[in-house]
């Protein structure tokens, strides 16, 4: 039981960039999202996703897409990347929007 | 913005004190989650507190909600140094718990 893991751990972009960041869970949890951590601050909501084929967004989704083609799976995707997306990137899961469970994160900057 | 707002940013304290951390929010809230972060990693749950519930308890930790004044605190009693971490307090926003909004979070600093 791997809980929730992150792909990759580490990314350096340049700015314009696009890439994608993978989340996996085997906990078979319906709700997934993606948070963003910059210094010295609590976690922001990018996007979350209720269930299979759904996404909605969170606080700050702006140049940020989703998508949850497979339960187990959510993916995060920058089109053109921005230094202003220099940042460490979580992705966590429930069952039903409780205790939530969190991967490693994934550190990426933008130069 | 964000909902919860902890306070105080930072706390340090010797081993084997209590540690208290404070958090306040603003709008109406289904449930209060506690949750820790260790340097570099991801975040751990500690706690969930419901909006009809008054205290609970796990281990060494002790949580108080106060809907009246949209307010939660968390004690960790008989501190470790391996308690040292930032926690974090997090509601669903009143948003059917779709959402989870987070606090900027305590560092907590626990000295041998």
């Known amino acids: 039981n791997a809980g929730v893991t992150q792909t990759p751990k580490f990314r350096v972009l340049k700015t314009g960039q696009s890439m994608t960041l993978l989340c996996a869970q085997d906990m078979n949890h319906e709700y997934m999202y993606w948070y963003r951590q910059d210094p010295g601050m609590g976690l922001r909501l990018i996007h979350y996703?209720?269930?299979?084929?759904?996404?909605a967004k969170g606080e700050v989704p702006d140049g940020y897409n989703v998508s949850r083609l497979k339960k187990q799976n959510f993916l995060l995707g920058l089109e053109s990347a921005a230094p202003s997306q220099t940042s460490v990137y979580f992705c966590?899961?429930?069952?039903?929007?409780?205790?939530?469970?969190f991967g490693p994160g994934t550190r990426l900057t933008v130069l | 913005s964000q909902q919860g707002e902890e306070d105080p940013q930072a706390l340090s304290i010797q081993e084997g004190e209590n540690a208290t951390m404070n958090c306040s929010y603003k709008?109406?809230?289904?449930?209060l989650q506690w949750y820790r972060q260790n340097s570099g990693r991801g975040l751990v749950h500690l706690i969930l507190i419901r909006s009809n519930e008054r205290e609970k308890h796990s281990g060494r930790l002790r949580v108080t909600l106060d809907t009246s004044k949209k307010s939660s605190s968390l004690l960790i009693t008989a501190s470790r140094a391996a308690d040292t971490a930032s926690y974090f307090c997090a509601t669903d926003a009143d948003t059917g718990g779709f959402k989870t909004i987070f606090g900027a979070g305590t560092r907590l600093f626990v000295k041998a």
């Open positions: 709008t109406s809230i289904n449930n």
């Open positions: 966590a899961s429930s069952y039903f929007g409780d205790e939530q469970f």
């Open positions: 996703s209720v269930g299979e084929g759904t996404t």
